[in-house]
DNA sequence: TGTTCGAGTTAATGGCCGTTAACCTCATTT
DNA sequence: AAATGAGGTTAACGGCCATTAACTCGAACA
């Protein structure tokens, strides 16, 4: 019953969310109390005890939510299947670059702040990782099969950390335009996975 | 006066800061007490008062520390000079990279805590950040002239991200051997920038 | 031999902050 | 019109934790 009148397309809940994240980007999970994030949207202190059962309860649903947008979004892009493996990697590269750049504070938060989880929910935030991990690493593989298992796990974290240093350059003033940015990225990210592959290069210094 | 008779080769104050050091990267500057720092050392909670004004400038140290020998490191290795700007970036890379894997922790606590300094010291630790990356910045653009300014800057700070992805590696069990992932870690890199300079790929999808 | 001083110790203090209690006030329902 | 419940409010409470106080102890020094 009653589905007609929800005040808004944001609920009281996501504007929390929104807010909480962006606080513990800026000063970590510790760093910022409930005041401050009740103030953030209006609200005062233990108000926010109406919608969540405790900070704790934020910080979880905020890096559960992540994970499985990030895996579901990887799943999608795989099922889609392009023409060609490298379509696929090129979507899946596409996809991340959007979220770095969308949700630039949950993407910090994320490896911030991972083990001030409970013991439950920090398990099942790193299998979620580690199953989108899996995604690419099959992806790369098709499209190099040079490239051992091991070697194409670590270019894969390596990448991710090339791809989610973008909160690195927002405070930056007058920061290039956003499509120069994501192509930039790109263009990093599939050199990088290109290099992974040829082990012949570079005499080695 | 007193010189011949000190105990160790690290004296107390190092040993705290290594152990504060991985402390603060394992549950964050807020997350780890005084007493847990003091037991890592065989000494107990408010003795590290004669070694340091406070947990604060414990974090300090690290943190300005970490910066200037990062910086020293990248002049050392620009004054010895190449016989070409490829071979100062690989010295350059060489250097970051043995420095990632030396100092796990400390690269963690990096980019993890730098608000929590007083204003003074962050802004000392962002100026040293700021002058190491131009370093690499003026290689780069040495290297791939046809990469605009702000295209290396970014592409540099990205690859920071990359080569600093190492911790997340870690916790892996049965990590490949050092010079491999060494290897794998320099490839990758020059693979990006080689990437960021030809503009001309991929269809874009 | 007595003194100083560096390096610890344990016990208290004080502030911050998450959480709970108790109370209020509109809409909505019946 | 009374009842209900969602969503707030302010005022405690209680625990954790950095810091300080007060005291100890052994070595170097004179």
């Known amino acids: 019953m009653s589905n007609a009148h929800v005040p808004a397309p944001t609920s009281r809940r996501e504007q929390i969310l929104k807010e909480a994240a962006r606080l513990f980007a800026e000063r970590g999970f510790h760093g910022v109390g409930v005041d401050e994030i009740g103030a953030a949207v209006g609200i005062s202190g233990p108000g926010l005890y109406r919608h969540f059962a405790g900070k704790d309860a934020m910080l979880a649903e905020l890096l559960v939510g992540i994970s499985e947008r990030l895996l579901e979004g990887g ?6 299947g392009g023409e060609s493996p490298e379509a696929v990697l090129h979507a899946l590269i596409d996809g991340h670059i959007d ?21 439950a929910d920090r398990k099942r935030v790193r299998q979620l990782q580690r199953q989108y991990v899996e995604l690419w690493v099959e992806v790369v593989r098709e499209c190099y099969p040079a490239c051992t ?3 194409a796990r670590s270019a894969v974290h390596a990448v991710f950390g090339l ?10 003033a007058s920061l290039p335009p956003r499509a120069a940015t994501e192509a930039l990225l790109k263009r990093l ?7 992974a592959a040829d082990r012949e290069r570079m005499p080695a210094e």
Chains 1, 2 share one sequence.
């Open 75 to 80: 799943r999608m892009r795989i099922a889609e």
């Open 99 to 119: 979220f770095a750049l969308d949700d630039r504070p949950l993407i910090t938060v994320h490896d911030r702040e991972l083990d001030r989880l409970r013991e």
């Open 149 to 151: 298992e091991s070697e």
């Open 163 to 172: 791809l989610n240093s973008t909160p690195h350059l927002s405070p930056r």
């Open 189 to 195: 990210a599939l050199g990088a996975f290109a290099a």
